[in-house]
């Protein structure tokens, strides 16, 4: 797997967020979705601990991301998008 999964055309303006842990990709039948109307990052979790995971995110996003992003998160995904 690519991190992030990019889905859609840029620019890259939303970014929907996994579950967890071990989640992975759980959201990409939400980014197909709304990659038909929109460019769709989703980054995949792999630091093991909270400010880990939270510097991840921040990283996969200024490097892919067309800030600001707008952030949706799914289970640990809403936790984590809340905390960063």
Known sequence: MRNPEKYGKPPFETAVIHGGP????????VARELSKHRGILEPLQSATSVDGQVEELKTLLEEHGDLPVTLIGHSWGAWLVFVF
């Open 22 to 29: 071990g989640a992975p990709g759980e959201m990409a039948p």
